[in-house]
């Protein structure tokens, strides 16, 4: 097996060219201007408006991207309400929801894209639901026509969490999508967070919520926070996106060099978003954010993770694992969702990231095949 002398990681995060860096702090400091909406946010959401192909009164910048989740249910009205969602997710979607003060109601996956099912989450629809929130997991494109039909036969909105989809072409569907810019994204600005939203009045009504629905200088006029991205992690998300076009091929080559290391074996399942039923959604192109792999069962699983760790320095990721349904807040859904509970237990995701060579990655491949082959599970077919 390759042991690597220096640990692999499961992400790590790109930097811009320091220089450049250098010049827009400099510009920042000329303009002793640091938050509060100013000419690096201007410019970055102009930026963003224009790459992602929608007009800047239909997006709003956040600090990150689990408050721009928060504000954005909260400006739609969810407070109080049952929103449909999915267990296999961060427990910031969720979080997000039970701090505004909604109920999350979980509704099983979907087996081959792992993304929310809507025909479960019909099923889960009471005449209390006032949204259903799937997650474009892994980057990887839920069924946008199915969820689309929902909102309209029940009234209720559609609200993604994009937070691994930035760059895959996705957000023209629902009414609103969140796409996170932490720095184990693909896309980063050091932490941050991005609404897209189709009504475009909410645009003055997120810019009041993010800073303490203060509104001119006399008046507040609702119970807002602090959400505000400054002018340094504009500048950040400004540098990185200069980058997008590269950062998106080199993680399509560490795609390739996993699923052809992988092609022909049963006993290891390589998530390829381009399979996928869904992946006929308008707008998609894959952008690779993740390199997920589900094996046999759990013990499989841990044995991969662990002699990974231990005799290759390669640290991958239990993603996601243990379910939210496992964790105290949601646990009165525990064992709702057998098919996102078996996902849970047996997924694992691949270092993948901006500088990861591809012979690199079919290295790790080899070496997640000779754990298999040395325990004797390669011809079980999963
Ligand atoms: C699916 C999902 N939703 C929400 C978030 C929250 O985003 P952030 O870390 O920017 O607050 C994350 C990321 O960490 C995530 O993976």
Same mark, same amino acid.
């Given at each position: 097996?390759?042991r690597?002398d ?11 060219d &320091? ?15 640091l938050t509060n909406?100013?000419?690096m946010?201007?410019?970055f959401?102009?930026?963003l408006?224009?790459? &992602? ?9 956040f ?24 267990p296999?997710?961060f ?27 809507p ?12 949204a259903?929130v799937?997650?474009?997991v892994y980057g990887?494109?839920?069924?946008v026509?199915g969820?689309?039909?929902?909102g ?7 609200v ?5 989809a ?5 957000q023209?569907?629902?009414d609103m ?9 693909l896309f ?8 897209v939203f189709?009504?475009e ?5 997120l ?23 400054n002018?340094l ?32 074996r ?10 996928f039923?869904?992946?006929g959604a308008?707008?998609?192109?894959p952008?690779y ?16 993770y662990a002699e ?6 390669v640290f ?7 379910l ?12 709702s969702c ?6 849970a237990?047996r ?7 901006y500088?990861l ?6 290295a790790?491949a080899?070496?997640v095949?000779?754990? &298999? ?7 079980e077919?999963?």
């Amino acid at each position: 097996m390759k042991r690597f002398d220096e640990p692999i990681l499961v992400t790590r995060p790109y930097l811009p060219d &320091l220089e450049t860096f250098k010049a827009g702090c400099e510009e920042i400091w000329r303009n002793r201007w640091l938050t509060n909406n100013g000419p690096m946010l201007k410019r970055f959401e102009g930026r963003l408006a224009e790459s &992602l192909g929608v007009p800047e009164s239909n997006i709003s910048l956040f600090v990150n991207g689990t408050l721009a989740l928060e504000l954005g249910f909260y400006a739609l009205g969810l407070s109080g309400a049952e929103v449909v969602t999915t267990p296999f997710t961060f427990v910031a979607t969720s979080h997000a929801l039970k701090r505004i003060g909604a109920t999350p109601v979980f509704a099983d996956v979907d087996p081959e894209t792992l993304c929310l099912s809507p025909e479960a989450a019909e099923k889960a629809i009471t005449p209390r639901t006032k949204a259903i929130v799937p997650v474009h997991v892994y980057g990887h494109p839920c069924d946008v026509d199915g969820f689309a039909r929902l909102g309209e036969k029940y009234g209720v909105k559609i609200v993604y969490d994009a937070a691994h989809a930035f760059g895959a072409g996705l957000q023209s569907h629902g009414d609103m999508s969140m796409y996170s810019f932490h720095p184990t994204k693909l896309f980063h600005s050091c932490e941050g967070g991005l609404l897209v939203f189709r009504d475009e009045s909410l645009r003055e009504r997120l810019a009041e919520l993010r800073n303490f629905a203060i509104k001119g200088e006399l008046s507040c006029v609702d119970v807002g926070t602090n959400a505000k991205m400054n002018e340094l992690q504009a500048l950040m998300g400004l540098e990185c996106l200069k980058a997008m076009p590269g950062i998106l091929a080199s993680r399509a080559e560490i795609h390739a060099a996993y699923r052809e290391a992988f092609a022909g074996r049963a006993d290891v399942k390589f998530l390829d978003p381009r399979s996928f039923p869904s992946s006929g959604a308008a707008g998609f192109s894959p952008n690779y954010a993740y390199c997920p792999v589900l094996f046999k069962d759990l013990e499989t699983r841990e044995r991969v993770y662990a002699e990974l760790k231990e005799k290759c320095n390669v640290f991958t990721r239990r993603y996601f694992y243990p379910l939210l349904t496992d964790f105290a807040p949601y646990e009165y859904a525990k064992g709702s969702c057998p098919v996102a509970e078996d996902a849970a237990r047996r997924v694992l995701t691949l270092p993948t990231y901006y500088g990861l060579s591809a012979a690199d990655a079919k290295a790790i491949a080899e070496n997640v095949l000779e754990v &298999l082959d040395s325990h004797g599970v390669r011809h079980e077919t999963i």
